[in-house]
T-cell receptor, first 110, second 114 residues
Framework: EADIYQTPRYLVIGTGKKITLECSQT?????MYWYQQDPGMELHLIHY???????EKGDLSSESTVSRIRTEHFPLTLESARPSHTSQYLC?????????FGPGTRLTVL | AQSVTQLDSQVPVFEEAPVELRCNYS??????LFWYVQYPNQGLQLLLK??????LVKGINGFEAEFNKSQTSFHLRKPSVHISDTAEYFC????????????FGTGTRLQVFP
């Protein structure tokens, strides 16, 4: 079983708040990803990283930012949350073409 | 453009019946194909993958899939489903020239009834 963790699992916040979604993996994987998932829709890649100090924007434009200071940690930050950011956010890491996913954070912005 | 199409958004089936979840992809280059399962309130878990070799791929939980290059399909099958198979199933593809990204289909909701 993959060891990739996301916190919090659920978050309800008001508009304008700054939030950070945490993602950690203990497998030593270099490549990590953030996806946004809406009900009935495919996963959309919003950020990825090849390793420490590497961050890239994904296919779906996002107002969030990421950082990769340590191999095991890939947090996602929203400086000012809006209702349009309401979604599920999934973190993943990969080795040998297989992506391992965390349980997700379900974000609701009121 | 490369894409993945899952033809059925929902598939209802009775327990112990066979099931097939359909997946087609569009690509002009070699691909690697995956099926993931997502149980409620959880992340995605890999069911099986096709990288090369035999076109019939066996995965976990009794699932299998067949890669058909001429029809650009990668349908998922199980001969006898259980209540516990109720979940969302995602087909995904990555490309031999750039394996950094996975492209996902929109998912198929498998609902197994007793």
């Amino acid at each position: 079983e993959a060891d990739i963790y996301q916190t919090p699992r659920y978050l309800v916040i008001g508009t304008g708040k700054k939030i950070t979604l945490e993602c950690s993996q203990t497998m030593g994987h270099d490549k990590m990803y953030w996806y946004q998932q809406d009900p009935g829709m495919e996963l959309h890649l919003i950020h990825y990283s090849y390793g420490v100090n590497s961050t890239e924007k994904g296919d779906l434009s996002s107002e969030s930012t990421v950082s990769r200071i340590r191999t095991e940690h890939f947090p996602l930050t929203l400086e000012s949350a809006r209702p349009s950011h309401t979604s599920q956010y999934l973190c993943a890491s990969t080795v040998s073409l297989e992506q391992f996913f965390g349980p997700g954070t379900r974000l609701t912005v009121l | 453009a490369q894409s993945v199409t899952q033809l059925d958004s929902q598939v209802p089936v009775f327990e112990e019946a066979p099931v097939e979840l359909r997946c087609n992809y569009s690509s002009s280059v070699s691909v690697y194909l995956f099926w993931y399962v997502q149980y409620p309130n959880q992340g995605l878990q890999l069911l099986l993958k096709y990288l090369s070799g035999s076109t019939l791929v066996k995965g976990i939980n009794g699932f299998e899939a067949e890669f058909n290059k001429s029809q650009t399909s990668f349908h998922l099958r199980k001969p006898s489903v259980h209540i516990s198979d109720t979940a969302e199933y995602f087909c995904a593809v990555t490309f031999s020239y750039n394996t950094d990204k996975l492209i996902f289909g929109t998912g198929t909701r498998l609902q197994v009834f007793p």
